[in-house]
Every structure is written in structure tokens, then in C-alpha cells.
């Protein structure tokens, strides 16, 4: 599959996912909202049957209260009182609930006015009735009646409440019309939800079994692949632990071979320099100089003036230079025979314990800190698995450089420190010596490559080795530094090692 049809797949799978969110999204806010505006409207149907049993009530109390009034009115029976007074004490009441119940509707409200006016002037009636009962004035008491039932006072306490339950009548109509209309769009946004969701859950289906296929065709395109590479790989391995083998063998040989002719070239140097007193003695004889007596007299310099003076010592200097340089390529042939020794031992791995093996280094460096007056702080360091011998050298090679290269007349600090992360050990050697420019980060690490100020000896092969150390115990190592800021040398390694693998690969 192509790059293209590989992008144009995931971005189709990521738009499917963000429209299956989004119709959930949108189904569930259409469901709360639906559930919302149902819940509504059953309260409001629930609200309107209230509406209607309390006129009920009400009405139903007035009727009471008139009946019980001309019962007793009739018999003075005292039953007939106890009922009126109850049915009047209810009256009250019953009104003030159905003006609460009806407080959302304006037009109910002004019905509710208007049957309190009427309920209270027939309340008034009902007293005066009581009354003149209870006087024994069942004459007035009648005529009262009569006038009662003349200007019609209780008629119109009924039509008031009939009016009020013929509106509420029509509101639980239209309420109940309004929830079973909610209940059914519920029941659409449900259903088409629900298919939404299928049909999103059908493409999802297809799509996973399409990319499982994709999958298993790439893995086992990635198994085909990975035979041919774990061949190549070996015989590149191969390949290349067999160029490394003859770099090592030609650079032993090499080195050992460079060294016949560097003998031939230091013994015949010293004759030469013999030579050279036996010549400028002649040349001071033939100039009428006389030499030293004694019996020892060939071991001093001839006497000589001029031309034949500056000449003995430009040929001295000459001697001295070769000398020099001679000194400088057998530690160089040296040291290139130390590093294909090194590389071809094995490494065993070891627990050691860290800060006793640099503690082991710092002793064997203490009088070069002392004449340095530096301190050196080894703060606590994580143990490991790893090769011992490697590891001294690696401390002792990056310790020695930071006494080296401190700063002229700066008391020295260095400190090790070390912390694990992840599976590694990190360890740190920090100076406060001259630094080093960024610029040669990379440099000091070249094999026979120098940074900074000559002024130190050395051949520029010991970062070289401890780098090439670092590798092979399956680490890494950088540096940061700046010129006259001092140095921090990090190294990073394997809290475990197995040598296993490097020893057969390198």
C-alpha cells in the first residue's frame, strides 16, 4: 500500500470516528433534552389533574356546607352544625391551594378572584343563617335562605368552578397531546439513534476486518522481509567482523613492523650524535681550539667559534629534534599496540561495585591531586554488572584528564556522581578546569586528535579508548563544556551487561 492510500485510510477512519462521536454526541443531547421537555410535560398533565381535583374539592365542600347548613336549619340537629362548621372551616383553605395550584395561569387566576369574592359572601350568608338558628329565629332564618338562594350567590360558585375545570379540561387535552407528541420523537431519536449506531458499528466492523487483512498481509510480508534481512544482516556481520579482525591484525603488524626500522633509526641517531663530537673536535683542532684534558675529554663539547659553533649547534638541534621525534612515534606505535591488544580481550562481566573501584582510582591518583590541589567528591554511585578492568580504565583515563587540564592557580573540584534510569547507569565526572570549546566536543574523541592549548603530553588516543571502551561495554558517552567553565563528562551503561554479543562481534 501506498503512502497516499495509507493516509487517505486513516484519515477515513479518523472521520468515521469523529461522526460516530458526533451522532452520540447529538443523540444523547436529543435524549436529555426530549427526557427533559417529557418530564415537563407529565408534570404539567400531573399539574392539571391537581388543578381539577381541588375545584372539585372545593365545590364539593360548598355543596357540603349548604346541605349540613339546612339540615340544621330543618332539625337544630347538633350533627348538622358539627358538619356545617367543618365543611366551612375547609372552604378557606381549599381556596388558597387552588389559588396557589393556578398562580402559572393569568386567566385562572382572575376565576380564582372572583370565587373567593362569591365564596366569601356566602360564608357571610352561612353565619347569619347559623346564627339566627341557633336564636331560635327559624323565621329570619328561612327568609334568609330564600334571599340567598334569590341572588343565586352558591349557582355562581359553581359556574366559577365549572368554568375553571372546563379550562383545566382543555389544558390536560392540549398537555396530554404535547407528552404523547415528546414521548414519540423520543422514540424516533431512539430508534435512529440506535441504527445510526449499528450502521457506524457495521463500517467499524468492516474497516477492522479490513485492516486486520492489511495487517496480516504486512506481517507476513515483515516475516518474508525479516528472513532476507537476518541473512543480510549475518553475512554483513560476518563481513565485517572479518574487516575488523584484518584491521586489527594490520595494525598490530604494522605497528610492530614500524618499530625494526624506528630501532635502526634510534641506534643510528646516537652514532650519529657520536660522530658529531668526533667531527667538531676535528674542526676545532684544524681551527687551533684546544679541548678539555683529561682522560675524559672526548665526552665534552669541542671548543669552536663562528661559523663552526653555530654549525655544531644546528646540528645539535637537529639530533634533538629527531630524537624527539623518534621518542613521539614509538609511543604512538605503543599506544596503537595497547588499543588491538585491548579490543581483542574478551570482557567478563562482574558485579562491581563502583564507588569502591573509583575510590581504588582516586588512591593511585592522590599525589597528582595534591600537587594539583584539587579535591576530588565521589558521591553515590549505582552498582553494576560489567566489565571490571574496562571500567578502570575508563575512570582513571577521565579523572586523570581533569587533574590535567585544570585551571592555573584555581583551587581543583571534581566530583563523580552517578544515578540509575530505565535500565542504565548514568555517571558523571565534572571539573572546573579550562573546558572545552564546543566546537571540539566532537574532536577530542578522534584517535590522535587534540583540543585546546598543547601544553599537556599526551598522543590524543585516550578519549579515543575510553569512547571505544564505552561502546563495547554497550553504553554511550558525550561531553559538555565551555571554555574556561570546566567540563561534565557523561557516560551512560547498562545496569546488567551480558558481553556475549560484543565479544563475538567485535
Known amino acids: 500500500m501506498t503512502p497516499d492510500a495509507t493516509r487517505r485510510r486513516a484519515l477515513g477512519q479518523i472521520l468515521l470516528l469523529a461522526a460516530g462521536f458526533l451522532v452520540l454526541v447529538a443523540i444523547s443531547a436529543a435524549s436529555v433534552v426530549l427526557v427533559d421537555k417529557a418530564r415537563d410535560d407529565s408534570r404539567l398533565v400531573v399539574h392539571t389533574a391537581e388543578v381539577e381535583n381541588q375545584i372539585d374539592t372545593l365545590l364539593l365542600e360548598v355543596r357540603r356546607a349548604e346541605s349540613a347548613a339546612r339540615g340544621f336549619l330543618l332539625t337544630s340537629a347538633p350533627d348538622f352544625l358539627r358538619d356545617h362548621e367543618a365543611a366551612v372551616a375547609a372552604i378557606i383553605p381549599a381556596v388558597e391551594k387552588l389559588s396557589a395550584l393556578t398562580a ?25 343563617e347559623i346564627d339566627l338558628v341557633k336564636q331560635n329565629q327559624l323565621e329570619a332564618a328561612v327568609v334568609l335562605l330564600h334571599e ?22 382543555r389544558l390536560f387535552a392540549l398537555r396530554t397531546v404535547n407528552a404523547d ?11 435512529a439513534g440506535s441504527g445510526l449506531v449499528i450502521a457506524l458499528a457495521g463500517i467499524s466492523i468492516f474497516l477492522v476486518r479490513r485492516s486486520s487483512r492489511t495487517r496480516d498481509h504486512a506481517e507476513a510480508l515483515l516475516r518474508d522481509n525479516n528472513l532476507n534481512l537476518e541473512a543480510t544482516v549475518d553475512e554483513r556481520t560476518a563481513d565485517l567482523r572479518e574487516a575488523n579482525d584484518e584491521i586489527q591484525r594490520f595494525a598490530y603488524i604494522v605497528s610492530h613492523d614500524l618499530r625494526s626500522p624506528l630501532v635502526n633509526i ?70 596503537i599496540l595497547n588499543l588491538t591488544r ?20 582516586v588512591s593511585t591518583l592522590a599525589h597528582q591531586a595534591a600537587e594539583a590541589k584539587a579535591r576530588i567528591t565521589i558521591e553515590p554511585l549505582p552498582e553494576i554488572v560489567s566489565d571490571r578492568l574496562a571500567l578502570e580504565q575508563v575512570f582513571s583515563n577521565l579523572i586523570d584528564n581533569a587533574l590535567k587540564y585544570l ?10 556522581r552517578g544515578r540509575s534510569k530505565l535500565g542504565f547507569a548514568i555517571f558523571e565526572i565534572i571539573d572546573n578546569g579550562r573546558g572545552i570549546a564546543p566546537k571540539d566536543h566532537q574532536r577530542i574523541f578522534d584517535l590522535f586528535r587534540r583540543a585546546g592549548a598543547q601544553d599537556k603530553p599526551g598522543q590524543g588516543i585516550g578519549l579515543a579508548h575510553v569512547r571505544a571502551l564505552v561502546r563495547r561495554l554497550g553504553g554511550t558517552m558525550s561531553v559538555d563544556s565551555d571554555l574556561n567553565k570546566g567540563s561534565t563528562f557523561t557516560i551512560t551503561l547498562p545496569i546488567s551487561w551480558a558481553a556475549s554479543n560484543r565479544n563475538r562481534d567485535r
Open 104 to 128: 402559572d395561569n393569568p386567566s385562572q387566576v382572575d376565576s380564582v378572584r372572583k370565587l373567593r369574592a362569591a365564596v366569601d359572601t356566602r360564608l357571610e350568608q352561612f353565619s347569619k
Open 148 to 169: 340567598a338562594a334569590a341572588a343565586k350567590t352558591g349557582d355562581s360558585i359553581r359556574e366559577l368552578g365549572l368554568a375553571m375545570r372546563a379550562e383545566e379540561e
Open 181 to 191: 407528541r415528546t414521548q414519540q420523537l423520543a422514540s424516533l431519536v431512539t430508534i
Open 266 to 335: 634510534m641506534g643510528f641517531t646516537s652514532e650519529l650524535e657520536q660522530l658529531r663530537l668526533d667531527i667538531f673536535r676535528r674542526v676545532a683542532a684544524l681551527a687551533g681550539h684546544s679541548t678539555p684534558p683529561g682522560p675524559n675529554a672526548g665526552d665534552f663539547e669541542p671548543l669552536l667559534e663562528g661559523d663552526d659553533k653555530q654549525l655544531s649547534q644546528d646540528f645539535a638541534e637537529a639530533l634533538a629534534f629527531i630524537k624527539s621525534s623518534i621518542a613521539k612515534m614509538d609511543r604512538l606505535i605503543s599506544a
Open 342 to 361: 585491548e579490543g581483542r580481550r574478551e570482557f567478563e562481566p562482574v558485579r562491581v561495585n563502583t564507588r569502591e573501584l573509583i575510590e581504588s582510582v
Open 407 to 416: 585551571k592555573p592557580g584555581v583551587p581543583g573540584e571534581i566530583t563523580v
